[in-house]
């Protein structure tokens, strides 16, 4: 027999916000709510102890889906659930309603299959640079992303007449239903041109068609699918079914894109009528540029008809970091036993002040890069968190050395390319490249580098030496913790490109989630790196 528990974990009592979410959801069996849970507000403590008191009020167990983003998230919530209750990634709901779809005995998982279909798809390909391939692959997995189908006329299935096992009536038969209009191809031109320096969109238009067409054609008549398949096809295709409940609970809410939109609206049971209940946090929505909704807890609500509760109290930061971030955001509150804690700004520092272990974030890379050599220099070390950066400016580095044939006229082409995409109004592109330009030229100073090898050489010491000090992108400290955090250059928040309020809005986002990661001290770097 589960029983709720009569006390928070610590011992101390529900606060009146968790008292409420389990009143109210437990008073409205199939109604749908949407929890606007700030940061640290011990949101999976209350989603176990909410499931608890449903399965307590008698609802099966079998009932209830909860959907994370990741598996470790999903294998750690189902080991804190009670027993029977289902937790699992949206890909592998996914991925099991594609094996009972497709008419293969079972779909296998290509994690590079896009990739691997362009590439011996279209010799092209082949012979471009990898930051080049990086950008048609953005361009053409963004399409996907938005859920979006070519036209009937578009598709090119007589190119495959050529594969094996080719069978027309059958990939005709199949028919889609994009969430949005047909305009795949205009959405993977007008992306491609956005984000490339030298390629003509107009070159691979026919390649996209060509693409996304044995794109599906493998996944429908050889049940080969990647990742971004699981979610993709399970929203769009009309012959996937996926299993309903009459209780689904997703977590990080504010992250969804139009895909996940799609499937829960699937996944939520209609008859007799489920509910949804989404966990997430407006003010940390920072991933419109990966094509999350920016306003997805405001969609769920409307698309649900949903009620709104709040986890505003943060259990993680101090009095003094709260204070802080309700000037971006007012509806964080402080909880009463919270330490006081301490936000600073200072332009009074050194590295060899800053407290170890510690993290230092930041909007964008260049200062980060060049953190990352005076710490090394100081002896004192520094480690990257995560292995993106590192990848992307090898990409970079790796498209412009080819190139040229000395290290100082690659500079002076990137100077010059810069210059080009600034007279052209192309801002964004502009900073991205400029950027990425900094970073190089930080490293190649440093080590002395005269050639290519040295500056690569360069790149492989500074991302592989360990330090007490972490360095992150804004993006990348999401969703963890520190005791102290630093963040630099905060005169780059909000970044000089963001103009619109939906830009403007992100911005303020990253900087509330900068300093909501501090357990104990926020501090402003103000000094520049140079001084």
């Not at 989603?47 to 959907?67: N, Y």
């Not at 990739?115 to 361009?139: C, H, T, V, Y």
Request: proline share 6%.
């Amino acid at each position: 027999m589960i029983k709720p528990n009569e006390f928070a974990p610590g011992g101390h009592p529900w606060s009146p916000h968790q008292l409420q979410i389990f009143n109210e959801i437990l008073a409205a069996p199939q109604a749908s709510f949407v929890l606007d849970a700030c940061a640290g507000a011990s949101k999976t403590t209350t989603l176990v102890e909410l499931v608890t008191r449903i399965v307590a009020s008698g609802v099966k167990p079998h009932t209830i889906q909860c959907l994370s983003f990741n598996k470790k998230i999903a294998e750690a919530l189902a080991e804190k659930m009670p027993p029977g209750t289902r937790s699992s990634t949206m890909n592998a709901l996914g991925h099991a309603a594609l094996r009972a779809t497709l008419p293969v005995s079972r779909p296998h998982v290509d994690a590079w299959k896009e990739a691997n279909i362009w590439r011996n798809g279209i010799p092209a390909f082949g012979s471009l640079e990898k930051a080049e391939q990086k950008a048609i692959l953005d361009a053409y997995n963004g399409v996907k992303i938005a859920g979006l189908c070519l036209h009937p006329e578009e598709y090119r299935w007589d190119l495959c007449l050529d594969l094996p096992d080719f069978n027309a009536e059958f990939v005709t038969k199949r028919k889609l239903a994009p969430l949005a209009p047909h305009g795949a191809a205009a959405r993977f031109l007008d992306h491609l041109e956005s984000n490339t320096m030298e390629l003509d969109p107009r070159d691979w238009h026919e390649s996209f068609l060509e693409v996304f067409t044995a794109d599906l054609y493998a996944s429908l008549a050889h049940g080969s699918i990647s990742f971004l398949d699981q979610l993709y096809l399970s929203a769009v295709m009309t012959q996937v079914s996926l299993p309903t409940f009459p209780h689904v609970l997703v977590d990080e809410a504010q992250d969804l894109g139009p895909l996940e939109h799609k499937i829960l609206t699937k996944v939520v049971s209609k008859f007799p009528q489920g509910r949804l209940i989404g966990v997430g946090d407006r003010a940390q929505a920072i991933y419109a540029f990966k094509g999350a909704h920016y306003d997805s807890l405001d969609r769920l609500a409307k698309r649900f008809e949903a009620n709104w509760l709040s986890l505003p109290v943060s259990y993680r930061c101090p009095q003094a970091v709260v204070r802080e971030a309700q000037l971006l955001d007012p509806r964080i509150q402080v909880w009463e036993h919270a330490k006081e804690g301490t936000v600073d700004r200072t332009r009074d520092w050194t590295f060899a002040t800053l407290a170890r272990p510690s993290t230092i974030l930041c909007r964008v890379n260049y200062p980060l890069v060049q953190a990352g050599l005076q710490l090394i220099q100081a002896g004192i070390g520094a480690k990257f968190l995560g292995r993106d950066f590192e990848t992307n400016l090898r990409n970079f580095f790796e498209q412009w050395w080819k190139k040229s044939k000395i290290l100082p006229g690659m500079f002076l082409a990137i100077e010059a390319e810069i210059r080009k995409l600034e007279d052209k109004k192309d801002k964004y592109k502009a900073s991205r490249v400029a950027d990425n330009l900094a970073c190089l030229k930080a490293i190649a100073e440093q080590y002395n580098a005269q050639d290519f090898k040295q500056l690569a050489d360069g790149i492989t010491d500074l991302f592989n030496s360990p330090g007490p000090i972490t360095l992150a992108s804004i993006h990348k400290a999401k969703g963890l913790e520190w005791m102290h955090v630093y963040l630099l250059r905060p005169d780059l928040l909000p970044h000089p490109n963001a103009t619109s309020d939906d830009d403007l809005q992100q911005e303020s986002n990253m900087q509330y989630v900068a300093v909501t990661r501090a357990q104990d001290t926020f501090t402003y770097l103000d000094k520049p790196l140079d001084q």
